[in-house]
């Protein structure tokens, strides 16, 4: 996997942000076992400590969990996954929103160009 961080903001926060989004995006299944801590920092490209620091706070939020011996697993609560990719569309959106409004666009501008989108999308173009 080919991660780019950003160098504005920490990088175990855009780990994080990454993970989240995989587990919203189910592309890491409920129980499915995480590759260790070493494995994932190779493939990621970044200090095993940084890694951890990035499950652990996982961990806390309880997105993941840990087995002893047997490593970590993506949680099986479907509910908090739900509310994870729900926050994450609804942070999305704002962001979305603010700067259409800072471009100065209006609501009447916003929703037209939604619309005209939406079928664009539908049309498959």
Do not use: C, H
């Amino acid at each position: 996997m080919s991660w780019k961080f950003d160098n504005s903001f920490p990088i175990y926060l855009q780990i994080i942000e990454r993970i989240k989004l995989l587990i919203a995006s189910e592309k890491w299944k409920p129980g499915e076992k995480i590759d260790p801590v070493r494995e994932l920092a190779f493939q990621i490209g970044v200090n095993p400590n940084t890694v951890q620091r990035a499950l652990s706070e996982l961990e806390r939020e309880g997105l993941i969990y840990s087995v002893r011996t047997s490593g970590r697993f993506v949680t099986e609560n479907t509910a908090l996954i739900k509310k994870t990719r729900e926050k994450i569309a609804e942070e999305k959106i704002r962001d979305f929103f603010e700067f259409l409004f800072d471009l100065g666009y209006s609501s009447e501008d916003i929703d037209s160009i939604l619309s005209a989108k939406i079928n664009e999308f539908k049309r498959g173009e």
